[in-house]
């Protein structure tokens, strides 16, 4: 029997223990990767490799914007301080549920459209593994 899917609908995500609101979406965590590290020598029969460094990579979240939210301010002030802080993310349901890790704030814009809302996406460099619990 197959898994059942989790609903993105109630899922939270916190940064510096504030609570962003205006969350529209999330992307690319889990998008890091290790270096190959080259181990081939003449005795070889094939390339050989061991694997190296672990990024841990970025991600985004897409947001409508609100200069008097706690958690965009928490963004704002972690990019200009250049802090490292931890996230949070709380999906509804599934036993491991809660995914923690520390990120600092390489980006946070706002975008202005006609006929629209004010928009902008925060990108987070990942910088220590992510941790279901």
Same mark, same amino acid.
């Given at each position: ?26 992307? %690319?965590?889990?998008? %890091? ?5 080259? !181990? ?23 947001? !409508? ?8 301010? +928490? ?5 200009? +301080? ?12 599934? !036993? ?19 006929? %629209? ?17």
């Amino acid at each position: 029997m197959a898994a059942t899917p989790i609903k993105t609908q109630t899922t939270t995500i916190s940064y510096n223990s504030q609570t962003i609101d205006g969350v529209m979406s999330m992307t %690319g965590i889990g998008s %890091g990767s290790a270096t190959e590290i080259p !181990t081939t020598t003449l005795a070889s029969t094939a390339k050989e490799f061991v694997q190296g460094l672990q990024d841990f990579g970025s991600f985004s979240i897409d947001v !409508t914007r609100n200069q008097d939210d706690a958690g965009q301010a +928490a963004i704002s002030a972690a990019l200009a +301080a250049q802090s490292t802080n931890t996230v949070v993310i709380t999906l509804p349901t599934s !036993t491991l549920n809660v995914l923690t890790f520390s990120a600092f704030v390489t980006q946070f814009t706002t975008d202005i459209n006609a006929d %629209g809302i004010v928009t902008g996406k925060a990108t987070f460099r990942i910088v220590s593994a992510p941790v279901y619990s």
